[in-house]
């Protein structure tokens, strides 16, 4: 069985830019996670999608993130204008519905997004 | 205060030493309780649920103390291929959901 798949691995880009992360969560899971590792931090919670839905986005820095996940399969994480700060490595996990008890997540690969 | 707090390390033990890790976390009402382990430049991966009886997986035993609101883990007879960064993890229930925190790592070296 495929796990999650994240895309692009790397992506290096200007200040001001736009970059759009997507990542493919295993299939079936209905919770879809984004976290984002920072040099030298914690990986630090984004949001947390349940379906097509939002359940908690908490963690989203800023409205400069605009997270999707139309039709509950495959997300996307903009970020538009890209700052200095959003560099980082951004990681997708998924995991099985089981409202109120704990599921395994289960993490992608991760994207390491470089802004110049 | 951080609501997960780590040494971030790095330790480094001789093959076959024993090591372990402490974590504490801040929140009272934290729920459920990890180690992750994370390899150089890879993804998280669930090593094992912490439980307050106590869990063992082979080389690997994780404690949760509840009153001293602490997890550790321990690492029998380290092999190389233990090295690797080891991550405390806590769930709050959120909403119904468990919102997971991270602590920022332990790394670990295992030295031949």
């Known amino acids: 069985e495929a796990g999650v798949t994240q895309f692009p691995s790397h992506s290096v880009i200007e200040k001001g830019q736009t970059v759009t992360l997507r990542c493919d969560p295993i299939s079936g899971h209905d919770n879809l996670y984004w976290y984002r590792r920072v040099m030298g931090k914690e990986i630090k919670f984004l949001l947390h999608f349940v379906k097509e839905s939002k359940q908690d986005e908490s963690g989203m820095p800023n409205n400069r993130f605009l997270a999707e996940r139309t039709g509950g399969t495959y997300s996307t994480l903009k970020v538009q204008p890209a700052e200095l700060e959003d560099s980082g490595v951004y990681f997708c996990?998924?995991?099985?519905?089981?409202?109120?008890?704990?599921?395994?997540?289960?993490f992608g690969p991760g994207t390491r997004l470089t802004v110049l | 205060r951080k609501e997960v707090e780590q040494d971030p390390g790095p330790f480094n033990v001789p093959e076959g030493a024993t090591v372990a890790f402490n974590c504490t976390y801040s929140?009272?009402?934290?729920?459920?309780f990890f180690w992750y382990r994370q390899d150089c430049r890879k993804e998280p991966k669930l090593l094992m649920s912490?439980?307050?009886s106590g869990n063992e997986d082979g080389r690997f035993t994780a404690q949760l103390n509840r009153a001293s609101q602490y997890i550790s883990l321990l690492i029998r007879d380290s092999k190389l291929s233990d090295s690797a960064t080891y991550l405390c993890?806590?769930?709050?229930?959120?909403?119904?959901?468990?919102?997971?925190?991270f602590g920022i790592g332990t790394k670990l070296q295992v030295i031949p």
């Open positions: 996990a998924s995991s099985q519905l089981g409202q109120g008890a704990w599921n395994e997540q289960f």
């Open positions: 993890v806590v769930t709050l229930n959120s909403g119904g959901y468990q919102k997971v925190t």
């Open positions: 912490v439980y307050s």
């Open positions: 929140n009272s009402a934290s729920q459920s």
